[in-house]
């Protein structure tokens, strides 16, 4: 990609015309997809998944998306119902607290179990679910939870969840890698210069 094409992403990013999920510059906006989960991408519920760090390097709301939107294609492919994965996929981690804040407090439920009721609550009050969304929102952490899913999607959904939490803590590391690599050439090249002044 060039430096222009990806200078133009960037403007139509800012502008908030272009959305994209981890591992992929396609503009999601223009697929079918979209039309899916477009008026619950506008909610404040959803919207404010966007201030909160999600598997370190990532927010809530972006993992939720690639969730969604790899759900999608998946179950899609399978010939399932993608526009309940979708719409689940994106509420599947809806709560609002922070991860590490509530393990710290030594809850008497762990927050792997603790979190997809949280969000299958919050998910009620946005929209008027189906039984298969409701269980993939709510077993979508199995098998670390018990209950086994009754629905071929929440399969789906149990193995996207655990595929986007790797490829969003893999994928920005070439370039955190590219990015020390280039401090350390720019403080030897300072050093040296400073050497060969004295
Ligand atoms: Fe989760
Ligand atoms: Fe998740």
Redesign the pocket.
């Given at each position: 990609m060039t430096k222009e094409r990806r200078a133009e992403i960037a403007r139509l990013i800012e502008q908030g015309e272009w959305l994209h999920v981890t591992g992929s510059r396609k503009n999601i906006m223009q697929t079918e997809f979209y039309d899916v989960v477009e008026e619950l991408l506008h909610r404040d519920e959803v919207r404010e998944l966007a201030d909160f760090t999600?598997?370190r390097m990532t927010t809530?709301y972006q993992?939720?998306l690639n969730?969604s939107y790899y759900n999608y294609k998946l179950c899609r492919l399978f010939r399932l119902d993608a526009d309940s994965a979708a719409r689940a996929g994106l509420l599947?981690?809806l709560y609002h607290y922070d991860t590490a804040r509530y393990s710290k407090t030594a809850p008497a439920i762990k927050h792997s179990h603790y979190h997809p009721q949280v969000a299958l609550e919050a998910a009620e009050k946005l929209l008027e679910m189906n039984d298969c969304e409701r269980d993939m929102i709510g077993n979508?952490m199995w098998p670390v939870t018990v209950p086994r899913p009754k629905y071929a999607e929440t399969y789906i959904i149990t193995f996207v969840?655990k595929y986007?939490?790797v490829i969003e803590y893999l994928l920005p590391q070439p370039a955190r890698f590219g990015r020390y690599v280039r401090n350390r050439i720019y403080a030897c090249r300072h050093r040296n210069t400073k050497t060969a002044r004295s």
């Open positions: 999600h598997h809530r993992h939720c969730v599947h981690d979508h969840d986007c939490a």
